[in-house]
């Protein structure tokens, strides 16, 4: 049974993204097909994203999977529906070294191990699932030799979770929408890559949250049956905000990029407030973060900073240059220092080199920080946020081919 014995694995990195023009709200639930078109910009690999390693073997006895290190179930129809439509596109592999043949037909019958892992704590509410189904859907059709490209596989990544389409490309993201009933037109296509924009810098604020929030899918299923905001918004709202920001990513201007980013990440918590019963994803570290924000944007004259919020009290934050992302960091850190035990390296995390540009560095530089002036009797809280991480607009999906990085063992299968 010397044919058994071989393992065939392929290791791919993908990144997370967030998006600008928020996806909420599904028009077909099983298709995963929204309501309306979204944009996303894609943050660099090197600070948020997910690694996995996908394995095929004759000695396989069953699918598997292992999320950071523990056993998952691919029993759910997410993950059986992204199996399905790749294993339907898998054509044959021939590995002459290793001696490895497997006929387009041999796919239904052999059994896939997948490990993946997130770079980032994946309770933190950092859009993980959005990375993983990317990377799952990416890794399976380099293994599979499937002939798509990267939109075509992005609509195969949607069935997964519906942002998960916006992380096969870097840069600047569009999910079209699309028309047709089966979902082969809803697919994501690059608008800019990485290099385009590359002067933008982003910083995220993991806020502190003891309630647990309510899921993306349960969140939206229950603001499409009850908010007549969220009709408006898709038919009325986004259509034009799709075209201008468009247009202000092309042309590289900041202060409409600004403009449009707050007023929909607002208008996506509105619609929240506006579901029945109300569902309330941020908390208040992020109404004073947006204030923080607002009055810097207003008092400067022209937008420094846009914000972003999920579904979640996190506050992703997009500075215009290095300049505007180094007072960013002195007035959050003035705003949130961190408990006067902490180490700076592990509160600001990510690309920190900002903090050097902020003339901090240690926790004397943050106690002795100016309070912003614009911000009158500005309070200085400490707790409220977990940590800071730096990053900016990052590259789309990457094989690793080395494979000391691969998660599982080239022998077994199993994870190392
Ligand atoms: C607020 O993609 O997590 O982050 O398709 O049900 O898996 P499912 O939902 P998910 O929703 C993301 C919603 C959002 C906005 C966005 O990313 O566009």
Sequence with gaps: MAEKTWVRMVTAQTP??????????????????????????????????????????????????????????????RYQNCLREIRARACEVEDKEKGIKIAKKDWEKLHLHVASYNNFPTAAGLASSAAGFACLVFALAKLMNAKEDNSELSAIARQGSGSACRSLFGGFVKWIMGKAEDGSDSLAVQLVDEKHWDELVIIIAVVSSRQKETSSTTGMRDSVETSLLLQHRAKEVVPKR????????????????????????NQFHAVCLDTSPPIFYMNDTSHRIISCVEKWNCSAGTPQVAYTFDAGPNAVLIAHNRKAATQLMQKLLFCFPPSSDADLNSYVIGDNSILKDAGIEDIKDVEALPPPPEIKDAQRCKGDVS??????????????????????????????
């Design 242 to 265: 799709i075209k201008q920001m468009e247009e202000a990513i092309k042309n590289r201007d900041f202060g409409s990029f600004a403009q449009l980013t707050c007023a929909d990440s």
């Design 16 to 77: 997370t993204n967030i998006a600008v023009i928020k996806y909420w709200g599904k028009r077909d639930e099983t298709l995963i097909l929204p309501v309306n078109d979204s944009i996303s910009v894609t943050l660099d690999p090197a600070h948020l994203c997910t690694t996995t390693t996908v394995a095929v073997s004759p000695s396989f006895d069953q699918d598997r999977m292992w999320l950071n290190g523990k056993e998952i179930s691919l029993s759910g129809g």
């Design 387 to 416: 940590y800071f991480i730096c990053t900016k607009p990052g590259r789309g999906p990457a094989f690793l081919s080395d494979e000391s990085q691969a998660l599982l063992h080239p022998e077994t299968g199993l994870p190392k």
